[in-house]
């Protein structure tokens, strides 16, 4: 707290607040807030292929197109190129549109494979399409 000079009249305690302390923390507080604020919109690191949930109830022949650390695309545990699945997988959607399919990917397959490998579903016309995870560790 502040004191008068002798001007008033006595010694009275001056009321106002100095705030200049206040100052200094709110820039501070600007300043780191405006450096963590594009960190915080880059994301975190996420390891994708692992979700809980119950497991869905299995049709009796599953489609299941698989990719392996390596890239290699299969169907049913047979290896396909990309270009001659698609062609299978049109001829099954002509036969049954609403048929599930199931992909599985490797955790290490780069995003863009994966993604390509469900536009190439897509075309082939099957739209009920769902991605195999593995269930987390309990601890």
Do not use: C, H
Request: hydrophobic content about 45%; charged content about 20%; aromatic content about 4%.
């Amino acid at each position: 707290m502040a004191f008068g000079s002798g001007d008033q009249g006595g010694s009275g305690a001056i009321s106002d607040i100095n705030v200049t302390p206040l100052v200094d923390v709110m820039l501070v507080l600007l300043v780191i807030f405006m450096v963590t604020a594009p960190i915080l919109q880059q994301g975190v690191a996420v390891n994708l292929p692992e979700a809980s949930g119950d497991a869905l109830p299995a049709d009796e022949q599953q489609l299941v197109v698989s990719i392996d650390p390596e890239g290699q695309v299969f169907l049913n545990d047979e290896k396909y190129t990309v270009e001659r699945l698609r062609a299978e997988l049109a001829s099954l959607a002509a036969v049954d549109p609403k048929r599930r399919l199931y992909v599985r990917a490797d955790a290490g397959v780069p995003y863009g494979q994966v993604i390509e490998m469900l536009g190439a579903v897509r075309e082939a016309g099957l739209t009920r399409v769902g991605l195999v995870t593995d269930a987390p560790e309990r601890r």
